[in-house]
């Protein structure tokens, strides 16, 4: 099995670090740490052996370094005076701060959260005027949301009805799932899908239902790099120039290549996964939109869809 890359040791070093400091005496053994985040002593150890080198002084002060004693069966940190000290955040780095607690709040409900109190604690600290920051992502349903978490945390395999917008179907699938990744304002699952014997992202507004299936799991370890859309070489490939209006296509949609005109016209290289999406990107963008490259069969697909729709609404 291959060991932790490099930002998987900097990111568990960052969670045990602090987790540790808190703990009495500022003392846990490698079995706590393992308990509490699920990674093996050997592993933690290597985590750890570098951290005693880290300080916030370019200087590598004493007084500015995490005092760290690895031990065989557990390891003591204590950390600098600077850490201990209220914070001073600029208002970019609130800004920040309050919008990625405000994203994270949405993971599991937010509600009753101690993130979601400590966020209420800045907020009164600061006043007002932070109060009016709204971060708005995927409207998927609490228990949506609360049964994916759940699924991740204990391992379990879920059973779901899932909406591809693609092809506009609701499909049943049994995934594993991995790990909640948001994206360009979007909820993302990324998971083992049973039904393809693949590596499968789902969009979790479009998630119908969910429910634990009583299996449970192994996940990868690492886990693959996350990739909302990946193109195959069999993929349908159309160029469009696009109005001024239809800006928000390359913003929104993975793009293979982008060229801005001085006109205002864009022209965009996009890949197609399925007709029926590509028939009502076309009807939505109307005059804003020329078809310049295209297969054979997706040339005057959205005359076709419009007269079906006419058809249906003459009925």
């Given at each position: 099995m291959a060991g932790p890359t490099a930002v998987e040791v900097v990111e568990r070093?960052?969670?045990?670090?602090?987790?540790?400091?808190?703990?009495?005496?500022?003392?846990?053994?490698?079995?706590?740490?393992?308990?509490?985040?699920?990674?093996?002593?050997?592993?933690?150890?290597?985590?750890?052996?570098?951290?005693?080198?880290?300080?916030?002084?370019?200087?590598?002060?004493?007084?500015?370094?995490?005092?760290?004693?690895?031990?065989?069966?557990?390891?003591?940190?204590?950390?600098?005076?600077?850490?201990?000290?209220?914070?001073?955040?600029?208002?970019?780095?609130?800004?920040?701060?309050?919008?990625?607690?405000?994203?994270?709040?949405?993971?599991?409900?937010?509600?009753?959260?101690?993130?979601?109190?400590?966020?209420?604690?800045?907020?009164?600290?600061?006043?007002?005027?932070?109060?009016?920051?709204?971060?708005?992502?995927?409207?998927?349903?609490?228990?949506?949301?609360?049964?994916?978490?759940?699924?991740?945390?204990?391992?379990?395999t879920l059973s779901m009805e899932y909406h591809a917008y693609g092809g506009d179907t609701v499909s049943r699938r049994r995934v594993d799932p991995w790990r909640l990744q948001q994206t360009e304002g979007h909820w993302y699952l990324q998971a083992w899908c049973h039904e393809r014997s693949d590596e499968r992202v789902f969009r979790l507004d479009r998630i119908v239902s969910v429910a634990p299936t009583g299996e449970t799991f192994v996940p990868p370890e690492p886990l693959p790099d996350f990739a909302v859309f990946e193109v195959s070489d069999d993929v349908d490939r159309v160029r469009l120039r696009l109005g001024p209006g239809a800006r928000w296509v390359p913003q929104n949609f993975p793009c293979e290549s982008v060229s801005e005109s001085a006109d205002g016209t864009t022209e965009v290289v996009l890949a197609v996964g399925a007709t029926p999406w590509f028939e009502r990107l076309l009807l939505r963008l109307g005059p804003e939109v020329e078809v310049l490259e295209a297969p054979s069969h997706l040339r005057g697909v959205e005359r076709e869809s419009a007269r079906r729709i006419l058809d249906r609404y003459r009925q």
């Open positions: 070093t960052i969670a045990i670090i602090p987790w540790v400091a808190n703990q009495r005496g500022g003392y846990a053994t490698f079995d706590m740490i393992e308990e509490r985040f699920g990674i093996e002593p050997d592993v933690a150890y290597r985590c750890l052996e570098l951290a005693g080198m880290v300080s916030v002084s370019k200087y590598q002060l004493t007084e500015h370094m995490i005092e760290l004693d690895v031990e065989p069966d557990g390891v003591s940190v204590r950390l600098p005076q600077y850490f201990q000290q209220p914070l001073r955040p600029s208002a970019e780095q609130t800004f920040l701060l309050l919008t990625a607690a405000k994203v994270l709040t949405q993971v599991d409900g937010g509600g009753t959260s101690a993130l979601h109190r400590a966020l209420q604690k800045i907020l009164e600290a600061l006043g007002d005027a932070p109060a009016a920051l709204e971060v708005e992502l995927d409207p998927a349903p609490d228990d949506v949301r609360r049964t994916v978490r759940q699924g991740i945390d204990a391992r379990h």
